[in-house]
C-alpha cells in the first residue's frame, strides 16, 4: 500500500479497536464505529438514535519534532535529503445513543460509550502490531498493515480542547453541539518522492568541482573603551557609555582583514586604519566616514547598541566574518543648559544631541525633580525646553498672606471667595465645609483652588498653608503670579481681603527637605539681604525638621532691626522653605564667607543641581549643572 494511504490507515486502525474493545450499553447487542463527519441518523425517531460510536478527523498539523527528520534508514551522509511529511491527527470522537425516556431525551446511553471508547483508547495509547483482537474473529491485528513498517508506533493523547473550540467545530459543521473527546494521534509518516541527489567527489574536472579553500582566522574583541570628545587625548574610559561623537577604542586580535569594518547597532562604520589588535570608529551622527549620508530611520539611538568587527580575507570577495559581540550604551550628550527663571513659567533649556525622539520615552532630571517628556515645552533632537516645578528652589516668589486668625473668626455659612490668579479670573471657588482652625482652613481652601472648573495652571497647582502665627498663605501655580481675591463676606471672615491681606512679591523658596538633610555646621550661618540691608544669620542649633528649620531662621531674621528683618516671616510649604521678607525688597541669600560655606545649599535656599536628561532609559553623563535660585 502507497505511504500516502497513512492517514486512511490510521483511521481504520482506530475504527477496528474501538468496535473490537467497546463495551455495549446494557439492551444493546453491539456498538458500530463510523468514520464520518458527525451527523444524526436520518431513520431516528425525534426522541430516540441507535447507539454508535463516530470518529471525525477535523485537523490535520504538521509535527514540528520530526520536520527535519529523516526517517531511519532512508537517509545517507553523502545524499541530499528530502525528510518526509509528518503529520499529526486531530480526531474528535461522538458517541450517540438515545432513549425515549417519558418524552424527555435521554442520552445516558452515548454517556456509556463515551466512556467506554475512552477507557480503550487510554488503555492502548500505543498500538503496535501486539494489539490483536478479542472478539470474533479473534487474533487478527488491529494494525492496519501500511503501518506495519513505521519506525514508531502510533501513539494515542487526549486533546483537551476548550469549549470555544469545541463549539466553533460544531458551528462550522452546522450541527447540534454533542458531547464529544479530542484525541492527538501521531504520527502518520509520507515519505517524499523528489529524487535524491548524491554529492559528487571533490578533485579536478571531470571528477568534480574545483573548491577553494582559505584558512579563516576569526577576529575577536577582548577589550572595548570608548575615549570621549571632551577628555584628553590617550584618555579612556572602561565605563561604557558613549555619545555622538565619542570614539569607540576596540582591542583583540585579527580585527585587519580587508574591508574591515565595526558594526554599531546595525550600521556599518568603516575603519580608517585598521590593526591586527586594534580598531578605533567615532560614534557617527548623520554621516558616515567619508560623507555618506546615514537614513534618518537608521540614524542610531539612546539604548543599548551591539558592536562587533566584520573583515573580510583574499579569496572571500563579498564574504565578511564576524566576531563575537560587545555591548555599549548610546546616552543623550547635554552640551550647555539656559535657564530661564524669569519667565512664566520658569524654563530650563538643554542643548546637545539625541535629547529627543517623539517614538521613544524620555525626561528630564533637575536634581530631585523629574519632568516627563509629556510636559516639554518644545523638543528636537537637538534642544529640549523643559518647565522647572514649583518644588525646585524660586527667587521672587509671588502669593498671598491673610490677617492673624487667632482666635479664629466665626464664619459665614456661605464660604464663597472670588479669586484671581495673574490674569485668569475672577473665579469663584467654594469651600466645602466651614473649618474650625487655620489648617483645616488652609486644607478647604487648596481644595477649592485646585478644583475650579475652566481655570488654568496657576489655580491648578496653588498651595495653601497655615503659618505658625496662624496666618492663610497662598502660593499660586507657576510661582510668579500675582493672587488677588475680591471682598465678600467670607473673604473678609477669612482676612484675605485687600483691606487685611498682604501681597507677596519677593518671596525665596527652597528646594524639597524630604528627607530632612543632616546639616554639617553645628550653627549654621546665612548672608541675608533684603533691600539694601545685610545681616548674618546665626542659627541657635541645627533645625531637625522644616517647621523646625522655619522657627530658627525667623527667629534668626527678627532679631535685626532693618524693617525688612524685623516682621519677615518663614513658612513651611509642602516640605518647602518660604522666606518672606517685611517689605517689598528682593530678599538674597548666600553663604557666611569664611564662617559657613555649607547651610545655604543644604537647606536648599541656594543649591546647584545636576541636569541629566533620559531617552528610552538612556541618561546623559554630561557634568552639566545650574543654580537655582
Known amino acids: 500500500m502507497p505511504d500516502t494511504a497513512m492517514v486512511m490507515a490510521i483511521s481504520r486502525t482506530l475504527q477496528i479497536l474501538l468496535a473490537d474493545r467497546v463495551e455495549p450499553p446494557p439492551n444493546v447487542a453491539s456498538v458500530p464505529v463510523t468514520v464520518s463527519t458527525p451527523q ?16 471525525f478527523l477535523y485537523r490535520i498539523t504538521e509535527n514540528e519534532h520530526l520536520k527535519n527528520q529523516e526517517s531511519p534508514g532512508r537517509g545517507h551522509p553523502g545524499t541530499y535529503g528530502h525528510p518526509p511529511l509528518c503529520l499529526n491527527l486531530h480526531y474528535l470522537l461522538t458517541a450517540y445513543g438515545s432513549t425515549d425516556d417519558q418524552g424527555f431525551f435521554n442520552e445516558s446511553r452515548a454517556h456509556f460509550v463515551l466512556g467506554s471508547a ?11 502490531d501486539r494489539v490483536v483482537t478479542v472478539r470474533t474473529p479473534s487474533g487478527e491485528p488491529v494494525l492496519d498493515p501500511a503501518l506495519l513498517e513505521q519506525p514508531e508506533p502510533v501513539r494515542l493523547t487526549l486533546e483537551p480542547l476548550s469549549l470555544d473550540d469545541l463549539t466553533k467545530v460544531w458551528t462550522a459543521l452546522t450541527l447540534p453541539y454533542r458531547l464529544s473527546a479530542a484525541y492527538d494521534v501521531r504520527v502518520a509518516r509520507i515519505e517524499s518522492r523528489r529524487p535524491r541527489r548524491v554529492t559528487r567527489p571533490v578533485g579536478e574536472p571531470p571528477a568534480g568541482p574545483r573548491v577553494l579553500v582559505t584558512t579563516l582566522r576569526n577576529p575577536r574583541i577582548t577589550n572595548l573603551q570608548v575615549h570621549r570628545q571632551d577628555t584628553a587625548a590617550g584618555v579612556e574610559s572602561p565605563f561604557l557609555y558613549a555619545r555622538i561623537g565619542d570614539t569607540l577604542i576596540l582591542r583583540g586580535h585579527d580585527l585587519d582583514g580587508t574591508d574591515a569594518r565595526v558594526r554599531l547597532g546595525g550600521l556599518p562604520i568603516p575603519v580608517a586604519v585598521p590593526a591586527a589588535q586594534r580598531a578605533e570608529v567615532v560614534v557617527p551622527d548623520a554621516d558616515l566616514p567619508g560623507g555618506i549620508p546615514i537614513p534618518e530611520e537608521r540614524r542610531l539611538q539612546p539604548g543599548p547598541q551591539p558592536v562587533s568587527v566584520q573583515v573580510g580575507f583574499p579569496g572571500l570577495p563579498g564574504r565578511l566574518v564576524a566576531s563575537n559581540q560587545a555591548m555599549v550604551m548610546l546616552v543623550p550628550q547635554v552640551a550647555t543648559l539656559t535657564p530661564h527663571t524669569a519667565a512664566t513659567p520658569r524654563t530650563l533649556t538643554a ?29 528636537t533632537d537637538t534642544q529640549v525646553t523643559v518647565p522647572l516645578p514649583d518644588t525646585l528652589p524660586a ?26 490668579i495673574g490674569s485668569d479670573g475672577p473665579h469663584t471657588v467654594s469651600l466645602a465645609g466651614k473649618p474650625a482652625t487655620t489648617p483645616a482652613a488652609a486644607r478647604l481652601l487648596q481644595a477649592a483652588l485646585r478644583d475650579t ?31 488677588d481675591v475680591a471682598g465678600g463676606p467670607a473673604a473678609v471672615a477669612l482676612k484675605l481681603d485687600q483691606q487685611a491681606a498682604r501681597p507677596i512679591q ?67 510649604v509642602d516640605e518647602q522653605l518660604l522666606l518672606v521678607p517685611g517689605t517689598d525688597a528682593a530678599l538674597e541669600v548666600a553663604a557666611a564667607v ?36
Open 40 to 55: 444524526a441518523d436520518p431513520n431516528a425517531a425525534p426522541a430516540a438514535e441507535p447507539t454508535r460510536l463516530n470518529l
Open 118 to 128: 475512552m477507557r480503550v483508547l487510554h488503555d492502548h495509547a500505543e498500538l503496535t
Open 351 to 379: 542643548n546637545g544631541t539625541r535629547l529627543f525622539r517623539p517614538d521613544r520615552e524620555g525626561e528630564t532630571l533637575v536634581g530631585p525633580a523629574r519632568v516627563h517628556r509629556s510636559a516639554y515645552q518644545s523638543a
Open 395 to 420: 527667587t521672587d516668589v509671588r502669593g498671598l498672606l491673610s490677617g492673624p486668625l487667632a482666635p479664629f473668626p466665626s464664619l459665614p455659612n456661605q464660604l464663597d471667595l472670588d479669586v484671581t
Open 453 to 483: 472648573a475652566s481655570a488654568g495652571p496657576g489655580f491648578r497647582g496653588t498651595r495653601v498653608t497655615a503659618t505658625a502665627d496662624n496666618r492663610l498663605l497662598i502660593v499660586p501655580g507657576g510661582l510668579s503670579s500675582a493672587v
Open 506 to 572: 519677593h518671596g525665596r523658596l527652597s528646594g524639597p527637605l524630604s528627607p530632612f538633610p543632616a546639616l554639617t555646621a553645628a550653627q549654621p550661618r546665612l548672608n541675608v539681604t533684603i533691600g539694601a540691608d545685610s545681616a548674618t544669620l546665626t542659627l541657635a542649633r541645627r533645625p531637625v525638621t522644616p517647621a523646625d528649620a522655619a522657627a530658627l531662621l525667623q527667629a534668626g531674621l527678627r532679631i535685626h532691626a532693618a524693617p525688612g528683618f524685623a516682621t519677615a516671616l518663614v513658612a513651611v
Open 594 to 629: 569664611g564662617a559657613d560655606a555649607t547651610s545655604p545649599a543644604q537647606l536648599q535656599l541656594r543649591v546647584r543641581y545636576a541636569v541629566r536628561v533620559r531617552v528610552e532609559g538612556a541618561e546623559s553623563i554630561d557634568p552639566t549643572t545650574v543654580e537655582l535660585p
